[in-house]
Each structure stands twice: as C-alpha cells, then as structure tokens.
Antibody, heavy 127, light 107 residues
C-alpha cells in the first residue's frame, strides 16, 4: 500500500525556517517525481514545487522561488521541503504528493498530476 | 502562467441530481486536465486525468470531457458521498495550477 506521511509542521515565527519531511513507503520511491502542494485555511490548492525522480531537476511556483527548496533522499525514501524566510501568508496545510509518472528504459518521466497524497502537515507562521 | 477558472464556485444539489462543473484554462492545455475531489479535513483524491480517464476505483457516474481551454466534470447521479469540493488542475506546464474549487453541498 502506497503511503506518504508528512512531518515537521508546527508554529514558526515570521522570517524563520522550517523543514518538512515526507516519508514514502509501498512503492519504489526512486522511480517517481514528487511534488509539494499547499492549502491555506479555507482556501484552494496551490502547487508549490516538483522534483525529478533522481533529484537533479526542480521547479517552483513564483510565490516560493528563492525561499523554499525541494529535495529528496532516495536512500531514505524521503522527500523534503526546506522553507526559509517564512511569512504569515505561508500558513497552510502542506501536502506531499506522488506524480503518476512512469519509467522507460531511457529514464523516468512526470505526468504532473497526483495520484497519492499525504495527510498534510500544518504550518502556522505567527509571532 | 496558465490560470484555471472553475464555475460555479458552489452549488446545491440533491441526491440523484446530475451535476456539471466547468473549468476554463487561460490558454490551450490540449488534453492536460485533471480533476480531484476533496472532503473536509482530508487530502485531495484524484478522480480523472487526461480530461476523461477515470482513476482506478472511481465510480463510472463521474465523467470528464473537453479540450483546448474548456472542460467539464459531470456526476451523472449524485450520491451522498459525492458532497465535497472539486478542483481542476492543469498538467500542461509548470506551475501546475489548480482551479479555485467548486463546493457541492446538499440542497
């Protein structure tokens, strides 16, 4: 069974850092692109970032570019989101999500839609 | 960036009703349109990808159509468990934006 479990959320002061983790199990983590998506209280879904299966390629939404860093450790089946210079408007539930991509002999590829999601980690930015 | 606009933002319906939600992209996304269902306090669930392909396990009362910039999600006969918020999402190009959501509640 595919499972994604986020951790690391909590209360942080404006300007501070926080790192989220997403532990993956039930599938071959190293073969899948992964994403982070967030949802502010009562609001819609916002895509934040994508990382390739091998970790060598990343993409970011403009709202977090330069402040957030996505990374992964395929030996630990774990995805990360390092968040710096946090603002009140970053307050949200953060989801990690698996890309329903595929692998061929030449490599692994993204589909850029999300077939499995974690339960979410709440990040609150407030003094 | 490609902007996604859903309508309506909310609707009230009864069990058994046929429900249609529309999603419009700010530019052509050809077939790269996906739909999710989200219930309160839960993570989103993938319903449909590539405009019309049902994810495994999704009931056949859900269907999707469209191409280019205009898309629809249809629930042919609303079941009690379908009361939720629905989001479209484009997978044509980064950033992979979502629509603002359509909340389907009980009339």
């Amino acid at each position: 069974e595919v499972q994604l479990v986020e951790s690391g959320g909590g209360l942080v002061q404006p300007g501070g850092p926080l790192r989220l983790s997403c532990a993956a199990s039930g599938f071959t983590f190293s073969k899948y692109y992964m994403h982070w998506v967030r949802q502010a209280p009562g609001e819609g879904l916002v895509w934040l970032s994508r990382i390739s299966s091998d970790g060598n390629s990343t993409n970011y939404a403009d709202s977090v570019k330069g402040r957030f860093t996505i990374s992964r450790d395929n030996s630990k089946n774990t995805l990360y989101l390092q968040m710096n210079s946090l603002r009140a408007e970053d307050t949200a539930v953060y989801y990690c999500a698996r890309d329903q991509g595929y692998c061929l002999g030449s490599g692994c590829y993204s589909e850029d839609y999300f077939d499995y999601w974690g339960q979410g980690a709440l990040v609150t930015v407030s003094s | 960036d490609i902007q996604m606009t859903q309508s309506p933002s909310s609707l009230s319906a009864s069990v058994g009703d046929r429900v249609t939600i529309t999603c419009r992209a700010s530019q052509s996304i050809t077939k790269y349109l996906n739909w999710y269902q989200q219930k309160p306090g839960r993570a989103p669930k993938l319903l449909i990808f590539g405009v019309s392909t049902l994810q495994t396990g999704v009931p056949s009362r859900f269907s999707g159509s469209g191409s280019g910039t205009d898309f629809t999600l249809t629930i042919s006969s609303l079941h009690p468990e379908d009361f939720a918020t629905y989001f479209c999402q484009q997978s044509h190009s980064a950033p992979f934006n979502f629509g603002q959501g359509t909340k389907v509640d009980i009339k």
